[in-house]
């Protein structure tokens, strides 16, 4: 799906996406990826949803967003809280859905003005 883009800003903005893709600001990324509004994309290093562990998703820590949109793949799959203990414990809020609707409300919460990050997974 293409989406089109806002050029209101230089944010970080999602333009497109499919199966094993995703376009941050029209370049195309075939792997896993952190995104911020305001911050370089982030290679992800996890390439399927059994391999999630607490690190990957402490990764966002610092960046200190208000929530994270994790897009967990092509289906819904809720990860173990154990995995996002440490951004529960900043009060950073985790939302899961699949991996096209965690595309479309980054898009929206970002265009907000909301402190959003998206960890979007891309199956291998």
Avoid at 34 to 56: C, M, R, Y
Wanted: hydrophobic share 50%; charged share 20%.
């Amino acid at each position: 799906m293409k989406l089109h883009q806002d050029s209101s800003g230089a944010l970080n903005t999602v333009t497109g996406y499919g199966a094993d893709y995703v376009e941050i600001n029209l370049v195309r990324h075939s792997g896993s990826i952190l995104v911020l509004p305001d911050a370089p994309v982030i290679a992800w290093p996890v390439s399927s949803f059994e391999q999630l562990s607490a690190e990957h998703f402490a990764m966002l820590i610092d960046a200190a967003p208000e929530v994270v949109v994790f897009g967990s793949g092509e289906r819904l799959r809720f990860p173990h809280p154990r995995l996002t203990a440490a951004l529960t414990a900043k009060r950073i809020g985790v939302e899961t859905m699949d991996f096209k609707a965690a595309c479309r409300t980054y898009n929206i919460l970002m265009a907000e003005g909301r402190k959003v990050a998206a960890a979007l997974l891309i199956e291998a």
